[in-house]
Each structure stands twice: as C-alpha cells, then as structure tokens.
Nanobody
Framework: QVQLVESGGGLVQAGGSLRLSCAAS????????LAWFRQSPGKEREFAAA????????YYADSVKGRFTISRDNAKKMVYLQMNSLKPEDTAVYYC??????????????????????WGQGTQVTVSS
C-alpha cells in the first residue's frame, strides 16, 4: 500500500509559478511510474505529467509542455511538479499518482489513469487572470 500526500497548491496570478510536492509512504519507488493528473470543475480528470522511477524520460500533456516540469527524488520518495507561466485554464485540483509497472512500459501507458494504482487526495491550484 502506498499513500500519497500532495502540498504546494494555492492562489497565483496568471504568469506566476507554483511548485507542487508529493510525499509517498512507500519504502521505495522501485518499479513505479509516477504522475500528476488534474481535474477542473465539470471536467474529467486529465493527465499532466509523468516520470518513471528509474530513467530520465518524462512525459507531458501538450497543454503543459514547455511550462511544467516533473521530477522525483527517489531517496526522499518525493515527486514534484514545477509549474511556470501559469494560465487561468490551469486552475484545477492536482493529484499525485503512482502505479507499479507490470508488463508493458510504453509511452502510451503513462497518460492513462488505469496505469496508476494509488492516488493522493489532491491540492487545489487556482490561477487568477
């Protein structure tokens, strides 16, 4: 069982930056893919960014590419999302997710919610115009 706790959300003006953090209770990140999803009011949860536990590969939704950066610290069992040049449309609850990599580990696995077994409670990000 893995527990995930997000922090770092808040209110920021358009063009500003926030850094989200996710603390994991797992003893190790070995074998996991780690991700951030987000959900705006009235919309379905959508993929934002992901990173595997070992490689330097990162994956981003087109809507955040070039503005958001995902990173992880395996020793501290932390996942981060640096968000720059924020826009009002980035307003959402942001969720940290972790999923054990079983079988295929292709790029198509990362944006799918079903690839993740564990979810945090979410942290609210509000971007004012």
């Amino acid at each position: 069982q893995v527990q995930l706790v997000e922090s770092g959300g808040g209110l920021v003006q358009a063009g500003g930056s926030l850094r989200l953090s996710c603390a994991a209770s797992a003893s190790t990140f070995y074998g996991y893919r780690l991700a951030w999803f987000r959900q705006s009011p009235g919309k379905e949860r959508e993929f934002a960014a992901a990173v595997p536990w070992a490689s330097g590969n990162t994956y981003y939704a087109d809507s955040v590419k070039g503005r958001f950066t995902i990173s992880r610290d395996n020793a501290k069992k932390m996942v981060y999302l640096q968000m720059n040049s924020l826009k009002p449309e980035d307003t959402a609850v942001y969720y940290c997710a972790a999923g054990l990599i079983l079988g295929a580990d292709g790029v198509n696995e990362y944006p799918q919610s079903k690839s993740y077994n564990y979810w945090g409670q979410g942290t609210q990000v509000t971007v004012s115009s």
